[in-house]
């Protein structure tokens, strides 16, 4: 038996004590140890494994209190390549207390009860270190706050005070500073963004860090995990001490994300190394520094698929796991400029970009550059080169792969959709009862000069931008017929009563502006040569028109043939 994919699963000692598929990445805690910095930000992409580095590195540096969990702890990490680093690195096993907080699950539609959940998180951790409580060493008031704090009966100014505050405790009772790990913690401010609540979520989140990382004497180090760097201003005020390491920087790079000898030996221990160019296809791209990195929930997730189906197709399945309201955001406020550069994008081209590494979401649509940063930062786009200009730093990014590309056309198709609804497409139908094919072609033309269309998989662009149109008529009933692959016409469209009009359409993409006329042509001599209409007469139809409809990018022509009555 192969050893279980852990799926959701982001707790060391979980994986490793129920026997999951793990792949090493406890070299990460000798380049912290080597490196020595007091505060750690690492930003990186969701869903790249931060989660899991930080619970591996909970289990290694904790001193819990209890020597037999200590030995146990110790346990985890055996055959693993942390231990064949010697004494230098092994002496700090166990050796700390460890305030471990995650702030993911502030998700929440108003400020009070995204607080709470926050209270409660903070509360929570608390509750794992009341066994210092029976200390001598710690006050009577001490004990009687750190209580308070417990049950979720403290004040507003305790809980954004409390991380520097247990830590305070924790030296006290054990005598030993305290490392303080946060992870995901942009997930409350990110919210707090979109929801309209920010500047009172980046009060309590200044306010919670500035006093566990600024000035707390009982601090050993810490370590936070986000997806993007809020600026030093609005929440890392005067931390002079803080060390950013972003997707740009050569340390730390290979710690998160799978690396491609690291995906390799996954498929290669699940028999399943004859889809490696789809896996590399679909999930690679990414690159941290100059390490090429893959994504691994995906790998993780498609390995799954693979292990019940070699030939099993790939997926997004980052899509459902990390907030697109960015993407959703960009293609809505979009202007004619902006549109080119998503294209130019969606047909794998590049996109200089220069790099500001401190903004806020306040800054986001401020300019251009600050949004094509935050698609950077959070995964959406990767480096493909680098440069120095007049004292900055510019990056030629790029679409990763297949995988993210599907989430651009989505995210433009579904808007497509929404914005389709919002229009009045009357004279388009109008010209399609009276076989008035140039005025057709005008409507269709006016719609694709407006909206952000990608020409890889243009077919399916174009039957969906088609199909969506159509159907917004309350006078008839379309029918997609393409992914039925039976032989079928594309569209059809067809009155609910029998004694009314019906039409058949045929989508062809030309390779040329210059093929545009014969395809439509073409599309239309293939409703007659394959006897589309005999479905629709079987069914009892007897006005039945026919449209050829050939596209080139921003440009399309119509064909109509001739009317069967």
Not at 25 to 53: A, C, Q, S, W, Y
Not at 71 to 88: A, D, S, V, Y
Not at 418 to 439: C, N, V
Not at 494 to 514: A, M, N, Q, T, Y
Request: proline share 2%.
């Amino acid at each position: 038996m192969k050893k279980p994919l852990p799926i959701g699963v982001d707790n060391f000692e979980k994986i490793i004590k129920d026997g999951y598929c793990y792949i090493d990445k406890t070299m990460f805690i000798k380049e912290l140890l080597d490196l020595r910095g007091e505060v750690n930000l690492f930003l990186r992409p969701r869903r790249f494994g931060k989660t899991l580095n930080l619970s591996m590195l909970r289990y290694f540096f904790e001193d819990t209190g209890d020597i037999k969990k200590n030995e146990g702890n110790k346990t985890l990490f055996q055959g693993l390549k942390i231990l064949e680093q010697g004494e230098k690195y092994t002496q700090h096993m166990g050796n700390y207390p460890v305030i471990n907080l995650t702030l993911k699950s502030a998700k929440q539609p108003g400020f009070e009860s995204a607080y709470s959940k926050l209270r409660k998180a903070i509360a929570d951790e608390f509750q794992r270190h009341q066994y210092i409580v029976a200390s001598e060493k710690i006050t009577e008031e001490d004990k009687k706050l750190f209580q308070k704090i417990a049950d979720r009966k403290a004040e507003y100014d305790d809980y954004s005070g409390a991380l520097e505050f247990l830590s305070k405790c924790l030296y006290e009772a054990t005598d030993k500073k305290t490392v303080i790990l946060i992870d995901e913690y942009d997930v409350p401010l990110e919210n707090a963004y979109f929801r309209g609540f920010y500047e009172e979520m980046v009060d309590f989140i200044r306010s919670l860090f500035e006093s566990a990382l600024k000035t707390n004497n009982y601090l050993q180090f810490a370590v936070i995990t986000g997806c993007l760097r809020i600026s030093k201003e609005s929440i890392f005020t005067g931390l002079n001490h803080l060390k950013i390491i972003s997707v740009l920087d050569q340390r730390y790079s290979e710690h998160f994300g799978f690396t491609e000898s690291e995906t390799f030996q996954m498929m290669s221990y699940y028999e399943s190394e004859n889809r490696f160019p789809t896996m590399k296809e679909w999930y690679d791209g990414y690159t941290f520094g100059d390490t090429e990195v893959y994504n691994p929930w995906s790998v993780i997730n498609f390995m799954y698929d693979l292990c019940a189906d070699t030939n099993a197709f790939p997926h997004p399945y980052w899509i459902n796991t990390s907030s697109n309201d960015i993407i959703k955001d960009l293609i809505a406020r979009a202007d004619r400029e902006t549109k080119g550069q998503i294209e130019t994008l969606l047909g794998g081209g590049l996109l200089d970009i220069q790099i500001h590494e401190e903004v806020t979401y306040g800054d986001m649509y401020s300019s251009g550059e600050n949004l094509w940063n935050f698609l950077y930062f959070t995964g959406y786009l990767t480096k493909e080169s680098e440069y120095f200009q007049e004292s900055s730093i510019f990056l030629r990014v790029r679409i990763p792969n297949v995988e993210v590309k599907t989430i651009y056309q989505n995210t433009i198709l579904n808007w497509l959709k929404a914005a389709i609804k919002k229009e009045d497409f009357r004279d388009l139908y109008h010209a399609m009862e009276e076989g008035d094919a140039r005025r057709m072609a005008d409507i269709l033309n006016g719609q694709l000069f407006r909206t952000i269309s990608f020409y890889d998989s243009a077919e399916n662009f174009y039957h969906g931008f088609l199909t969506g149109i159509l159907s917004q008529s309350e006078d008839y009933l379309v029918k997609s017929n393409r992914e039925s692959g039976n032989g079928r016409s594309d569209i059809t469209v067809k009155s609910p009563s029998l004694r009314g009009r019906s039409f058949i359409v045929e989508v062809k993409v030309s390779d040329s502006v210059d093929d545009l006329e014969k395809d439509a042509e073409k599309a239309l001599r293939q409703i007659y040569d394959k006897k589309y209409r005999e479905e629709l007469r079987l069914e009892g139809y007897r006005k039945i028109d026919c449209y050829g409809i050939s596209f080139f990018r921003k440009d399309c022509e119509v064909c109509f043939g001739e009317r069967e009555s």
